[in-house]
């Protein structure tokens, strides 16, 4: 894939370096401990990212997990381990290109080290861009304190200008795209089509009960059960968790929604669908990362007792219906944007197959 998007003048960044796919918390909100050992970390963790720089990956973004492994430090995540960005990736590895930070405003960075503070450790570590995606004062504060810091340090003015080094190398290669004058508006209905199908083709079902299918937009008493997206990370669209609401309300025009945040407790979430819950009702649960948050986990499987007709659709994380073996429709979209939503409703709606054949992962 990248010396694909390298031959068609795309750039490319491998992420959350070192790994971040074992951790057990989401980053977003605390910080994860991956506590494996060095020759497990090199046999899996970090063997996709060897393969991508071998194949020459422009940029490597890293990832707000600890690794006691890497960093003796307790609870210094990769993105401000000099350990880790200096001394693995550019100094082990010979790595020349970018290396970035995942969004310093993030749960894990914010709850120890304060924005600005992690800005200059993650500069001093190695890192050459720092994203800070959000707030306008905490991006100005943390280039004020960068500058005043290159002013009166000689190391620190010289990794500036190693940075920007590669940064212009990466710049140079971007500005040799012809310019074109799309709105966003129209590069989307150009493309509309293709949008629709691949994410029709992106709904996946693990396995399923026939008559649990609603089949038809006017069916009554579906209950959709659905994530505050806004409310668990800063970095996704927040407009998301209100779009999910009027889909569904949209599509099924009969329907109910219940909105719940993923972090409630198992109670809160119970209590919430109780509102609209009778022996009438058809629920149809969006799970957001419920394998990480044991509210939604054990709310799902209290809710689901007894319901053939239950259905859970991950909407973010696939791996959320391994552990809910007891629930006969288990969907995966792959995404919660609208498309993804949208090609999931109409195949609840009878409008669109589905397959429970080419899962991308093993499941």
């Keep these: 894939a990248i010396k694909g998007l390298k031959k068609s003048g795309v750039m490319s960044c491998a992420k959350h370096f070192p790994g971040k796919g074992h951790a057990q918390v989401d980053s977003h909100l605390t910080l994860p401990i991956i506590p494996y050992p060095v020759d497990r970390l090199e046999s899996f963790e970090l063997f996709p990212f060897i393969k ?15 690794f006691p492994a890497f960093e003796p430090c307790a609870n210094l995540p990769a993105t401000l381990s000099k350990n880790v960005l200096t001394n693995l990736i550019r ?12 969004d310093l405003e993030m749960g894990a960075i914010t709850e120890r080290y304060g924005i600005a503070n992690a800005s200059e450790l993650a500069f001093d570590a190695g890192a ?3 994203l800070i995606c959000h707030t306008l004062t905490e991006q100005r504060l943390a280039a004020e304190n960068l500058y005043k810091k290159a002013q009166n340090s000689k190391e620190t003015s010289n ?15 971007i500005g040799t795209f012809p310019k074109t004058s799309f709105r966003q508006t129209e590069l989307i209905d150009k493309h509309r089509d293709l949008i629709e199908t691949v994410s029709e083709k992106s709904i996946k079902f693990l ?12 069916k009554k008493h579906l209950l959709f059960v659905l994530p505050m997206i ?7 669209e927040e407009h998301e968790s209100a779009g999910l609401t009027k889909l569904c309300s949209d599509f099924f025009t009969h329907s109910k929604q219940v909105i719940y945040n993923p972090t409630w407790s198992s109670r809160e979430i119970i209590n919430a669908v109780s509102v609209f819950n009778n022996s009438e009702t058809q629920i149809i649960f969006f799970s957001y990362n419920s394998h990480i948050f044991r509210g939604q ?15 859970l659709a991950a909407i973010r994380n696939p791996y959320d219906l391994l552990e809910q073996q007891q629930v006969r429709t288990l969907a995966a979209t792959f995404g919660f944007r609208t498309p993804a939503i949208l090609a999931l409703l109409r195949v609840l709606a009878g409008e669109k197959s589905f397959s429970c054949d080419g899962w991308p992962i093993r499941v």
């Design 297 to 311: 986990s054990e709310a799902i499987k209290t809710l689901s007792e007894g319901r053939d007709d239950f259905i």
């Design 52 to 66: 991508a720089i071998e194949s020459g990956v422009d940029a490597i973004m890293t990832s707000h997990v600890f």
């Design 128 to 130: 050459d861009l720092l």
């Design 159 to 173: 990794r500036v200008i190693a940075s920007l080094q590669r940064i212009e190398k990466m710049r140079t290669m």
């Design 207 to 218: 396995r399923y009960e026939k008559s649990a299918i609603p089949a038809g937009k006017e």
């Design 91 to 102: 100094n082990k590895y010979n790595y020349e290109g970018l290396i970035i930070t995942d």
């Design 230 to 236: 806004s409310a668990l990370v800063k970095v996704e």
